[in-house]
């Protein structure tokens, strides 16, 4: 009987799993009708085209994939359909010229589950319009690409600079240390507040912090968002992840609650300040996005890309100046010239550094460190190249072919000579597009560009950059590649010059 009854259970299982395979057939089918797609690889039901991606350098593969279907294409990641915008011209036409039709964000699952689906970084229509267009003034009321803002920094390169100086040549892991740093600029715009380089409760925010990103580019982070729905009901380090993304709620909330005891609106001091004034001049408004989940989602984005991107760049600099020792020394020469040891560097002096300033660029266009970008959504039908973009489809406006495969003379190597014309002055390049472009780039670019200049220069005045295994040690592929190119940790030493 029981053996009739597993026979039986069997049967129903194969028939439900057939069943399941032939309306997934049906839905993919049903899915490309009606439109002109972009061409693209033929999907498999339910996992698409993700035996075509290789899970550890999956750039590579999207690259390879452009080159048979062209700087246009379509791909299946899971069952989400998924155009790739492939190349500067194509990059820019999308997002520049047709602006207006390329400004959703896609609803990436790790993410929306974050945030609540809440905030500046994965909202659209009218929430997206209110929270970006105060998020930029605030920041810019406060400082954000000023005067105000420099002074912050040099402030905290100071802290910095002393830090380091008490390892007294020792090697060191930089990650903690250039990661305080950062953090403490933007925590000056957000919270009004820096903290201490030993205050344990900030460097563990930090660690989690650190621990998100790692996971987002790992080969779990990215199968999370492809199938959440799967992933959800299975166990792993994800659940871990959504704790620690709790952990950094919880701590911004604190924080509001701060403000909320001691906020007085005729002198903010900060981002959340302003954020709360705001939501009390329009609490009887019904169309304002100024609300509680708004206010913490956004401080919870501008906390997390404010700190982890920016730091993740300057460490990476600082790997590729000790690869390249003869750059470093090229920078401190030039430093030495026109800031002095004596002198605090500024912005001002960026103009009278070219050489300085062609090498952090290039830095961040060899780090390509979102080579995917953050996924763009079509909100509606979208005409693009001749090819109908169908409402629903993730878009994927592909950086890494932007910073890396064309309009570069040599887009594997580390070369300065990007940015620099042949008399030795600055030379811009339109491709340089680190923070993505259009309606949804980075509200924080200027405040990062500041901070990776004065920083990377402070540092480099006052340290000749070397680790224990000298140059030929250091490696500079990602250790993880997949939403972000997370560099490898490493120790250096920082010789006091």
């Known amino acids: 009987m029981r053996t009739q009854h597993f026979n039986s259970a069997m049967?129903?299982?194969l028939t439900l799993v057939l069943v399941g395979l032939v309306l997934a057939c049906l839905w993919f089918v049903l899915r490309q009708r009606n439109y002109n797609l972009p061409p693209g690889p033929t999907a498999l039901p339910l996992i698409g085209n993700l035996p075509l991606i290789d899970r550890k350098q999956p750039f590579k593969s999207c690259v390879e994939l452009s080159k048979t279907y062209g700087p246009v294409m379509t791909l299946h990641m899971g069952w989400q359909r998924t155009v790739f915008l492939t190349g500067y011209d194509a990059v820019k036409e999308a997002l520049v010229d047709q602006a207006d039709d390329f400004t959703g964000r896609g609803p990436l699952p790790f993410l929306l589950k974050a945030t609540k689906g809440y905030g500046l970084g994965i909202s659209n229509g009218e929430r997206w319009r209110q929270l970006r267009r105060f998020t930029l003034s605030t920041l810019r009321d406060f400082g954000m690409g000023r005067k105000g803002m420099e002074e912050w920094i040099q402030e905290e390169s100071k802290h910095l600079t002393d830090r380091i100086k008490t390892l007294k040549g020792k090697p060191f892991d930089p990650t903690f240390v250039i990661s305080c740093a950062v953090s403490n600029v933007i925590c000056c715009l957000v919270f009004a507040e820096r903290f201490s380089y030993d205050d344990q409760r900030f460097l563990h925010l930090?660690?989690?912090?650190?621990?998100?990103?790692?996971?987002?580019?790992?080969?779990?982070?990215?199968?999370?968002?492809?199938?959440?729905?799967?992933m959800e009901l299975l166990p792993g380090p994800h659940h871990t992840?959504?704790?620690?993304?709790?952990?950094?709620?919880?701590?911004?909330?604190t924080k509001i609650q701060e403000h909320k005891d001691s906020l007085d609106p005729s002198s903010p001091r900060d981002f959340i300040d302003c954020f709360l004034i705001r939501m009390e001049q329009e609490k009887n408004l019904p169309t304002t996005e100024f609300q509680y989940e708004n206010l913490v989602s956004t401080v919870l984005n501008l906390f997390l890309a404010g700190t982890e991107t920016t730091s993740t760049t300057i460490r990476y600099a600082l790997q590729v100046l000790i690869k390249h020792p003869n750059i470093q020394e090229k920078m401190q020469q030039e430093i030495d010239t026109v800031v002095k040891q004596?002198?605090?560097?500024?912005?001002?002096?960026?103009?009278?550094?070219?050489?300085v300033d062609a090498a952090i660029h290039e830095v961040q266009r060899f780090l390509d460190i979102v080579p995917f970008s953050l996924p763009h959504f079509a909100l509606k039908d979208i005409s693009f190249r001749g090819y109908t973009i169908p409402k629903g489809t993730m878009i994927i406006p592909f950086l890494h072919s932007v910073l890396k495969e064309d309009q570069w003379a040599t887009p594997w190597s580390f070369n300065p000579k990007h940015f620099l014309e042949q008399n030795g002055s600055f030379k811009k390049n339109p491709a340089f597009l680190p923070f993505s472009a259009?309606?949804?780039?980075?509200?924080?670019?200027?405040?990062?560009?500041?901070?990776?200049?004065?920083?990377?220069v402070t540092l480099l005045q006052h340290f000749t950059l070397s680790c224990p295994g000298g140059p030929d040690s250091v490696d500079l592929t990602p250790e993880y590649s997949g939403f972000a190119n997370v560099p490898r940790k490493y120790k250096i030493i920082a010789t006091p010059r």
């Open 11 to 13: 049967e129903l299982s």
């Open 206 to 230: 930090l660690g989690v912090i650190s621990k998100v990103l790692r996971f987002q580019s790992s080969f779990l982070g990215q199968m999370y968002n492809i199938f959440p729905s799967i």
């Open 438 to 456: 259009g309606k949804r780039s980075c509200v924080g670019e200027s405040l990062a560009r500041m901070e990776i200049f004065l920083f990377v």
């Open 342 to 355: 004596e002198h605090c560097p500024k912005m001002e002096d960026r103009k009278s550094l070219p050489f």
């Open 241 to 253: 992840m959504f704790r620690n993304t709790d952990f950094l709620r919880n701590f911004v909330m």
